[in-house]
């Protein structure tokens, strides 16, 4: 059956396509909108950075003061927490939007993984420095030590890239949706994890649903970062379109190719 629609607020995600070169030299440009926000949000990521690693420096700064100020030391690594996370966030945003390449092996793990690295920066200096600090006791060094090995490991961990996008991935993921359905052209939702080829999809379609994006593989990626298309919905268009031919775009078929169709029965009087 076709889509049938659905009556949820269908939302078009505004922006160009990327550009999808023939299926053999398939490579993935992010649209020059994306490229903006992508450059966008590194910025903001680098600025959150230099804030973090300058609290850090604070901190350090802090350990040579006597006597040295234990809720002093534990709001500097608070907020150099905040602005590390923060970054971390925005950076691995801005990856969505403008990916590396997977050919480029160390710069493909540096620009996915920079958070993590970055996290080591802003925080391990400053842990190793209160674990020798003669000045520091017992207690309040196990503590603001305690505190510092903590935000390290946040901050490394929310720098993790788990499931670094690629610009091979997304060429990848759009010539499958356009191999099946002739055209670049998905749905998907705020909480889900697969993008779908109908709006009225079961799994989209439903009471709890209240929005719905529609838009191309690369903006679910952007925008949710949705790697996987629905199996139901590619089921259920191979079932629909298992004799009808994929639809080719009209301005590559030449209307003198047109298939004959039935012959058009002429009015007799
Ligand atoms: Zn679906």
Known sequence: MPDKGT??????????????????????????????????FRLFAVLS?????????????QLRVQPIKTWLLIVL???????????????????RFDPASEKQKVRFFVQNQLGAI??????????????TNKDLKGKQ???VGA???????????????????????YAQQTAQVEQLTGQNHVYWTKSGSKY???????HINTSKT???????????????????????CEARWTKEHAAAEVPAPAAEVPATELPAGEPVPVPVN
Do not use: M
């Open 7 to 40: 009556k949820k607020k269908l939302t078009h995600v505004e922006g160009e396509a990327a550009s999808s070169p023939a299926a053999e030299a398939r490579t993935f440009v992010p649209a020059p909108e994306s490229k903006a926000k992508a450059g966008k």
């Open 49 to 61: 950075w230099i804030v973090a690693i300058g609290l850090e420096v604070a901190a350090i700064l």
């Open 77 to 95: 690594i608070a907020a150099d927490l905040v602005f590390a996370v923060i970054g971390n966030l925005l950076w691995k945003k801005a990856n």
């Open 118 to 131: 970055i996290a080591v920066i802003a925080f391990l200096p400053l842990v190793l420095l209160i674990l």
């Open 141 to 143: 060094k196990g503590l």
């Open 147 to 169: 505190v510092a090995v903590v935000a390290l490991l946040i901050a490394g961990f929310t720098g993790i890239d788990f499931n670094p996008p690629s610009q091979e991935q």
């Open 196 to 202: 779908h080829l109908y709006s009225d999809c079961q």
């Open 210 to 232: 209240d929005e719905i994006f529609e838009g191309t593989v690369a903006q679910a990626r952007e925008l949710k970062n949705i790697t996987e298309l629905c199996k139901t």
